[in-house]
């Protein structure tokens, strides 16, 4: 099997079984487990395993912090992986940079880019199901989840 091939059936891999995690959560089956977590675990888990950053050129970096949160690790690593491929997908050069701020008892995990954004009237859409801004992506890129799929 060709590398490319194999590559292609890996995303393939990885998108049902993101799907079924976001639908098992979904049902009353399986509830978050959620814990103490050190953000910097996941953040670093992150920062190692976005090659197509360099590879593209675009300067990617992640920010260490010390901070806690009480959330299920896996959910929000899916969470801040999605945004970061995202912001990766729709680079085309410049910076990704990813960091949590702490305000009183609310952290914030931003990730910053210097692409193109998300138009003003396209802002509503990207809560929509299966609905995509870009028709470049492949569907072995996603297949437009997207937001809806954390937040709706």
Do not use: C
Not at 63 to 69: E, I, K, L
Not at 112 to 134: K, N, T, Y
């Amino acid at each position: 099997m060709s590398r490319r091939r194999g590559g292609a059936l890996t995303n393939v891999e990885r998108i049902i079984e993101a799907l079924l995690d976001i639908s098992r959560l979904k049902t009353e089956e399986e509830q978050l487990a959620q814990g103490d977590l050190a953000l910097n675990d996941i953040l670093s888990s992150l920062s190692s395993s976005f090659a197509p950053a360099a590879a593209k050129g675009l300067r990617f970096r992640v920010r260490p912090s010390d901070v806690h949160v009480i959330s299920d690790g896996l959910y929000l690593q899916r969470i801040v992986q999605n945004l970061i491929s995202n912001a990766i997908r729709f680079t085309d050069r410049g910076d990704v940079f990813v960091g949590a701020r702490q305000r009183s008892d609310k952290v914030w995990i931003e990730v910053w880019d210097s692409g193109p954004g998300i138009r003003d009237e396209d802002r509503a859409v990207i809560f929509q199901e299966f609905h995509r801004l870009h028709r470049r992506a492949s569907a072995s890129e996603g297949i437009g989840r997207g937001a809806a799929a954390y937040f709706a």
